[in-house]
C-alpha cells in the first residue's frame, strides 16, 4: 500500500515525498503474540535502510538468552548503529510488587527521553513500555508530550499490552494483536525459537 493509492487525498499542503518522510508512532498493543516479533521486523527494515536504531525492553530481564537480541548485536558488529538495553527484571503483563521496576522505568524513560533530545536514533522500539504506563509508574502527559515534540524523522514503536487510550489516540499507526490459539491454552510451555 506505501507505494499505491491512498484512501485520502490529505489537504495539507505537503507534497508526497515530504507526507512520506515525516515520523510516526506505532503502537502495538492486544493479547495475542508478535508484538515484539512485529516491531522486531521493522526494526530490521529499519537496519537495512543505514538508520540507527535502538531497542530498550522496560520489563524483560537482562538475564534472559533472547534470539532477537544475538541478532542484533551481529547485525551491530557487521555495521554498527544499533543499541540493545534490557531494563527489566524479567517479568512483563503481570506486575511486580517492587520499587525497583519503577525506578528503572522512569531512569530508562530519562534516557530515552535524552536521545529523543539528541536524535540519537531514527528508529526506536521501545518494548513493553505500555506495562510502566498503566501501571502509573511513568507520566503519560510526559511520554506524550515528548513524542508529539520529538525532533527531526524519529520513528518510535511501542509494544505491550493495555495501551493507554491517549497513545493509541496519539499514535499514527496502531496494530492489535488478538489472541484466537496459543499452545499455553493445552498448558505447553514458551519454546525456545517460538517465543524467545
Known amino acids: 500500500m506505501s507505494r499505491g493509492e491512498t484512501p485520502v487525498a490529505p489537504d495539507d499542503g505537503l507534497t508526497t515525498k515530504q507526507r512520506r518522510l515525516r515520523p510516526v508512532l506505532i503502537v502495538h498493543t492486544g493479547d495475542g503474540k508478535g508484538k515484539t516479533t ?25 538475564n534472559w538468552k533472547a534470539g532477537e537480541v544475538e541478532v542484533f548485536a551481529a547485525l551491530g558488529e557487521l555495521r554498527g548503529n544499533v543499541t540493545w538495553e534490557r531494563m527489566g527484571a524479567g517479568w512483563s503483563w503481570i506486575r511486580k510488587t517492587s520499587d525497583d521496576g519503577a525506578e528503572l522505568a522512569q531512569e530508562g524513560w530519562r534516557r530515552i527521553k535524552e536521545g529523543l533530545a539528541e536524535e540519537r536514533h531514527k528508529f526506536w522500539l521501545l518494548d513493553e513500555f ?24 524519529q520513528h518510535v514503536v511501542i509494544t505491550g499490552r493495555r495501551a493507554p487510550g491517549r497513545l493509541i489516540d496519539a499514535a499514527d499507526l496502531v ?15 514458551g519454546q525456545a525459537g517460538i517465543e524467545w
Open 38 to 62: 512485529a516491531a522486531c521486523g521493522m526494526a530490521l527494515r529499519a537496519w537495512a535502510q543505514g538508520w540507527p536504531l535502538g531497542v530498550y525492553q522496560f520489563v524483560k530481564s537482562a
Open 130 to 153: 505500555t506495562y510502566p504506563l498503566d501501571w502509573g509508574w511513568l507520566d503519560l502527559d510526559d511520554v506524550l508530550d515528548t513524542l508529539a515534540n520529538r525532533p527531526g524523522t
Open 175 to 189: 496494530t492489535e494483536m488478538t489472541k484466537v490459539k496459543h499452545p499455553f491454552d493445552k498448558g505447553q510451555r
